[in-house]
């Protein structure tokens, strides 16, 4: 891709189109292909220049076009070439490492998933997704050039200011953890984030709420975190600790946190707790596959404990409801298999504390990406880097 020089009269109009050939990559890279009228809403700019930058960006190859329909009607979308670059997202769980590549246009080109032993240390999970990679790209004749970045996915608070896992993170071996570690063993630039905050990311850029502009996600796994887009943009607050809803007190005098505060959502609703209260001497420890085959079976016992965690999520999400008031809240994890059985009581927890015309309006539903989307996230955020326009 060529390198365009900075011009020296930053009023020119040589100027001016640079400009707006940079809004134009900028909102592609992350949003996705938009049609020429998204684009149009997106960065302000009139249909005509839409139409006439776009020409001239598919005359030196940086986009492409296809026919395609928008309410109804005839349209061009349009889409960044990448000339072969693509990105990496990969996303670290309690047992369990992810790694997606994609093009610029949003095609997903390979994807794996392999197991990690629960309490693995940092440095064997981070190893192990390296050489993931380097087998993935491998494999599919991808060269290490065409790589423009690594977005990675933890599990736990990231604190923006040093790019480091902090405490609170559902993996204590990997706190103290710091880009440099990260870039050093992937040999790329990489960025980090919280993983709920790239599912939150994922949603708007690959699921079926692209365009929404104020969206949380919610993951409930081993813990249970936020993730959210105020004004069309992910929101990290003053340092990039937030979403932490896990660790907002829902029960007085309950079990203690690990975050060392008594009563927490993690301690009613993760799935650890539901897998605790569900085992027993006659079942032994089961598994959150247990849990959620014996819900689809309609086993009592897991439908009640299911139904009061979710009546907690859902009370815990008023919360946030009432403070940001979301077009839409997403609930992503392993449960969102169950679908309705678990959305329906989160629903009722949620609707009993909002103000009636928030509840009334805000849409509940679970990820459509599953276990993908924090990945998908990941590799959504190497996009939205400033530093990729120069590229352009």
Known sequence: MPVRARPRNPGSQTALRQSNQQRIVQSLLSGGPSTQAELSRETGLSTATISNIVKVLGERGIVTTSPTTSSGRRALSVSLSGNGAVTVGVDFGRTHVRIVVSTLDYRVVAEEAISLPQGHRAELGMGTAASLLDGMLLRTGISRSAVLGVGVGIPGPIDHRTSTVVEGAILPEWVGVTLGDLESLFDFPVYIDNDADLGALAEVTWGPHNGVSNLVFVKIGSGIGGGMIINGQPYSGNIGVTGEIGHTPIVDHGLVCRCGNRGCLETVAS??????????????????????RQARDGDAATIRVLEDAALAVGRSLANIANLVNPEVIVIGGPLTILDEVLLDPIRRGMVRYTLPRVGETTELVVSSLGERAEALGAAALVLRQPALLAAF
């Open 271 to 292: 799935t650890a707790i539901l897998v605790d209260r569900l085992s027993s001497r006659e079942t032994g420890r089961l598994t959150i596959e247990d849990v959620i």
